[in-house]
């Protein structure tokens, strides 16, 4: 089954303890994101207007391109 969702921070399983602090990701350019991945799962977090966190089993950064 392929899912892909928001998550909450307490849900990241270890992730975001690896990833860049949501302070530092603040602090840099809007569309700035971070990911890591254990080869079944992506998560990735991005700076929009806050934090945004996303996990998927079958979805990857890739392709990255700009939106207007």
């Known amino acids: 089954m392929r899912a892909i969702g928001t998550i909450r921070p307490y849900r990241s399983n270890g992730?975001?303890?690896v990833m860049?602090?949501?302070k530092q990701l603040m602090e840099?350019?809007?569309?700035?994101?971070?990911f890591r991945s254990d080869g079944n799962i992506y998560i990735a977090?991005?700076?929009?207007n806050?934090?945004?966190r996303i996990s998927s089993n079958f979805m990857r950064h890739?392709?990255?391109?700009?939106?207007q």
């Open 28 to 34: 840099q350019k809007r569309g700035a994101f971070d």
């Open 50 to 52: 806050s934090i945004v």
């Open 20 to 22: 860049l602090p949501d």
């Open 15 to 17: 992730a975001d303890a």
């Open 45 to 48: 977090k991005w700076h929009n």
């Open 62 to 67: 890739n392709p990255l391109r700009k939106t």
